[in-house]
C-alpha cells in the first residue's frame, strides 16, 4: 500500500521553464514532508521540506506547496537548469521514519 | 567528513550464497536506517537503528534478511540464503536525531545482482 505516490514517473522540461513535480499521500497523520533528489551512481539528497502547518516554503529556485485537504503537494523549480536532471523522490515523515515515493525522474531539454 | 560510506559498491552472486552489505555512518550521528530500491517498489525502508539498537524491522521483507549495528561506527546487512528477486540498490543513511525534522545522509548504495 502505497502511502506516497508520484503517478508520474517521468517528466521532460524545457530549459529555463518550470518544472513542477506533484506527489500525493494518503495518511493524514503525516506531520513533515520532504523532497529528495537522486543522481545516478548516487545517494538520495535533500533538497527541501516542509512542515504540515505550512502551505508554502521556499528557497532559491525550489518551492514546495502543501494542500493539506487534498493531500497533495507539488515541488516548483524556477528556472529549470540542465543540472536540475534527475529523479526526484516525495517523502513524508512519521515518527521516526520517513516514507518515500517511487519517484519522478526530471529531464531538462536544452 | 567523508560521508556515509557503503562497501562494496557492487556485487554480483549466485543464488544460494550470502551477500554481507556494509555501512559506515557519518561520525555523532546516532541514527542508523537501511533502504532497498527498486523500480517495482521504490525506496523503501528495511529497518533503521537508534544508538546501535534496532528499532523498527517491521520494512524487512523475510527472515532471510538481517541486521546488526555492532558498534557506532559501523553497520550490516545480510542476506542468507540470496534470490535472484533481492537484486536492487541497497542505500544507508544516516542521521543526527530521528527522522522528524532530522536531514537523513545517504550512501552511495550498494547495487546488489542475484544470478
Redesign the interface.
Given at each position: 500500500d502505497q502511502q506516497v505516490k508520484q503517478n508520474s514517473p517521468s517528466l521532460s522540461v524545457q530549459e529555463g521553464r518550470i518544472s513542477i513535480l506533484n506527489c500525493d499521500y494518503t495518511n493524514s497523520m503525516f506531520?513533515?514532508f520532504l523532497w529528495y533528489k537522486k543522481y545516478p551512481?548516487?545517494?538520495?539528497?535533500?533538497l527541501i521540506?516542509i512542515s504540515s502547518i505550512k502551505d508554502k516554503n521556499e528557497d532559491g529556485r525550489f518551492t514546495v506547496f502543501l494542500n493539506k485537504s487534498a493531500k497533495h503537494l507539488s515541488l516548483h523549480i524556477v528556472p529549470s537548469q540542465p543540472g536540475d536532471s534527475a529523479v526526484y523522490?516525495c517523502a513524508a515523515?512519521r515518527?521516526?521514519?520517513?516514507?518515500?515515493?517511487?519517484?519522478t525522474r526530471l529531464h531538462i531539454l536544452p | 567528513d567523508a560521508g556515509v560510506i557503503q562497501s562494496p559498491r557492487h556485487e554480483v552472486t549466485e543464488m544460494g550464497q550470502e551477500v554481507t552489505l556494509r555501512c559506515k555512518p557519518i561520525s555523532g550521528h546516532d541514527y542508523l536506517f537501511w533502504y532497498r530500491q527498486t523500480m517495482m517498489r521504490g525506496l523503501e525502508l528495511l529497518i533503521y537503528f537508534n544508538n546501535n539498537v534496532p528499532i523498527d524491522d517491521s520494512g524487512m521483507p523475510e527472515d532471510r534478511f538481517s541486521a546488526k549495528m555492532p558498534n557506532a561506527s559501523f553497520s550490516t546487512l545480510k542476506i542468507q540464503p540470496s534470490e535472484p528477486r533481492d537484486s536492487a540498490v541497497y542505500f544507508c543513511a544516516s542521521s543526527f536525531g530521528g527522522a522528524a525534522y532530522n536531514e537523513q545522509f545517504f550512501g552511495p548504495g550498494t547495487r546488489l545482482t542475484v544470478l
Open positions: 506531520d513533515y551512481a548516487e545517494g538520495p539528497t535533500f521540506s523522490f515523515n515518527d521516526d521514519k520517513i516514507i518515500f515515493g517511487k519517484g | -
